[in-house]
């Protein structure tokens, strides 16, 4: 190993290093980009079909039609939240957990009420009804546990940065303004 260490930061690399980088910078653009459009032509071709499905509402139940657009709703947020999802990843240029977390959510959601309609027609069916209310409380775990990620997400996000001074005297602040006063009645 020679006298520098690798992880210098002042060690400029060569300039095909920094060529190499622009080049895959560009290139992850470029897919990032492709992807948005997919999603969005996605995203507008399940709402024009959300929208053709209730022209079926004369033929069909009511309630299979407004189960069959929900669905498709469902679906048309479940590919808004991952184009919000590559957004966030073009802008910041890196992957953020929390939009993936909600799409799990939706997507759960959006199986939750799509099994509790379906298990109103498998009453009195023995295991077809036993095996769509257990696949439901599962995704009700599942929800609970995608949320609570989400939460510890946010809060995660909220604390201080390590090594941060500004943080460290904003916490320091904090603890002072916890410590009861000498002389105050209620400590």
């Known amino acids: 190993m ?7 930061p002042d060690e400029e ?3 095909y290093v920094r060529m190499g980088n622009a080049v895959l910078a560009i290139t992850e653009d470029v897919i990032y980009v492709g992807i948005a ?38 679906l048309v ?3 808004v939240e991952l184009l919000f999802a590559v957004r966030v990843i073009l802008g910041k ?26 298990a109103a027609d498998y009453v009195g069916k023995g295991e077809k009804f036993d095996d769509a209310i257990m696949e439901v409380a599962v995704l009700g775990v599942l929800v609970l546990v995608l ?12 604390e201080p940065k390590e090594g941060d001074p500004r943080a460290n005297s904003e916490a320091k602040k904090d603890g002072e303004a916890l410590k009861p006063r000498s002389g105050d009645p209620s400590a």
């Open 147 to 158: 949320s609570g990620a989400a939460l510890i997400l946010r809060a995660k996000e909220r």
């Open 77 to 79: 947020f479940i590919v």
């Open 2 to 8: 020679s006298a520098r260490s690798r992880s210098e």
């Open 13 to 15: 690399p060569p300039r």
């Open 93 to 118: 240029r890196e992957v953020v957990a929390e939009p993936f977390l909600v799409v799990g959510i939706i997507a759960s959601i959006k199986e939750i009420i799509v099994l509790s309609v379906a």
């Open 37 to 74: 459009i997919l999603l969005t032509v996605s995203a507008v071709a399940l709402l024009v079909s959300a929208a053709s499905g209730l022209t079926g509402i004369t033929d069909t139940p009511t309630t299979e039609v407004v189960l069959l657009v929900l669905d498709r709703l469902l």
